[in-house]
């Protein structure tokens, strides 16, 4: 009963504490960056795409999902240790 209309706003919630937890951690890969514009990516995507009344809804939602994926694949990329980074101490 509550969980449908809180979904929305706790994920919206869950995606700012996910930005600023990113811009704000101490990063041990070279791309500092991705982290953060995955979340933003995935934040505009979930505040302005999702249900837009200015795209048709086929638009909308294939426009959704595209950047879904999008965005996970930039988050894994700026989560992702490599090999090279893994052998550097961190300081």
Do not use: C
């Not at 869950?14 to 995955?38: D, E, Y």
């Amino acid at each position: 009963m509550f969980a449908r209309p809180l979904l929305a706003p706790f994920f919206i919630l869950a995606l700012v504490i996910a930005f600023i937890a990113a811009t704000a951690r101490p990063f041990s890969s070279q791309q500092k960056w991705l982290v953060p514009i995955g979340v933003a990516i995935m934040l505009a995507n979930a505040l302005f795409i999702r249900r837009a009344a200015w795209l048709d809804e086929a638009v909308s939602w294939h426009l959704y999902h595209v950047l879904v994926a999008l965005a996970l694949a930039v988050l894994a990329k700026g989560m992702i240790v490599t090999e090279r980074n893994m052998r550097e101490p961190l300081a």
